[in-house]
């Protein structure tokens, strides 16, 4: 940072010194400060292509999409090579809710950088957002090849086997991200829900307890832990875990719906069980800590 404002001192228009001190700012977790500075930079160097796409991040992070497609647009149109410019504007339109404009920017962004891994995993969620399941894995199997020591990787590709059905490849893409990163919750806890799918519940739970012991707060073992305990017949133990949920986040609205289910099925009501909250009307991620799958 200091090195940035002696620049800016000395030339209060060098707009690398106003780009450089907004990355900075935005590592530090100030985003008016960054979003300042890449402005800065943008006034006095209008054709700063990556001073765009870094205050699309920021707009993007605040949520002002139109302005982050913005410059997005202007970034590309400087510098149609941008990687970066194009997965910005990927994510803009995945949290627009277009995935098929998303997927083109991912496309565009792997194109030029097929080496990015979080282009990788922003194409696989725009296609997991479109259900093509198919696509997804084929998406990671590009992934792995480029970067077989990723774990979220291997994590991915094996949730969408397990949601295929695919048990067997599943559990081995599982095994294996555990095995690259045996402190991984994210790990565990797909690994529990696809032992949950084939309902070797002891296993899922043992799964289970181990991100929960790695991540302590993630609501979002605590659901899958709640429902594997339910489908396993042991109400009260789900009913603890949607309870400890709702100490975490009283507005966990999924989460909520799963403890009245399962108090209405501890008192003998004839339910048939929903999956995963989809027969509720409500979003795996209503409780706003869960992964896309």
């Known amino acids: 940072m200091r090195e940035n404002n002696l620049a800016i001192e000395n030339n209060p228009k060098y707009a690398p010194a106003y780009f450089n001190r907004g990355i900075e700012q935005y590592r530090k977790g100030d985003r008016d400060a960054a979003l300042h500075d890449y402005g800065k930079a943008i006034e006095f160097d209008p054709k700063h292509s990556m001073a765009h796409s870094h205050r699309a991040n920021v707009l993007l992070d605040k949520g002002d999409f139109d302005a982050a497609l913005r410059d997005c647009a202007r970034a590309i149109e400087v510098d149609p090579k941008n990687h970066n410019a194009h997965y910005n504007r990927g994510r803009t339109h995945y949290r627009m809710g277009d995935p098929d404009a998303a997927l083109a920017d991912f496309d565009a962004a792997i194109r030029i950088a097929p080496r990015e ?3 990788y995993r922003g194409r696989g969620d725009a296609l997991a957002k479109k ?3 198919d696509a997804v894995i084929a998406n990671y199997d590009a992934a792995i090849r480029t970067h077989p020591g990723d774990s979220s990787f291997w994590v991915n590709r094996g949730t969408a086997r397990s949601q295929k059905g695919d048990h067997e490849a599943a559990l081995r893409d599982l095994n294996k991200a555990v095995e690259l990163a045996p402190r991984s919750a994210d790990a565990y806890a797909e690994r529990g829900e696809a032992f ?3 309902g070797d519940y002891d296993a899922a739970l043992r799964d289970f307890d181990k991100a929960l012991e790695i991540s ?3 609501v979002y073992a605590y659901r899958l832990r709640g429902i594997a305990n339910r489908k396993k017949g042991d109400y009260d133990a789900a009913i603890r875990d949607f309870e400890r ?6 507005a966990a609205t999924l989460s ?4 009245d289910l399962t108090l209405r099925m501890k008192n003998g009501e004839d339910i048939v069980e929903w999956d995963e909250g989809k027969n509720a009307g409500l979003d795996l991620d209503d409780d706003g800590d869960s992964p896309l799958w």
């Open 117 to 119: 891994r979080a282009a």
């Open 131 to 133: 259900g093509d399941l």
């Open 196 to 198: 949950t799918r084939m």
């Open 216 to 218: 302590p707060r993630w």
């Open 245 to 250: 949920i709702l100490e975490i986040n009283p």
């Open 256 to 259: 909520r719906a799963e403890l």
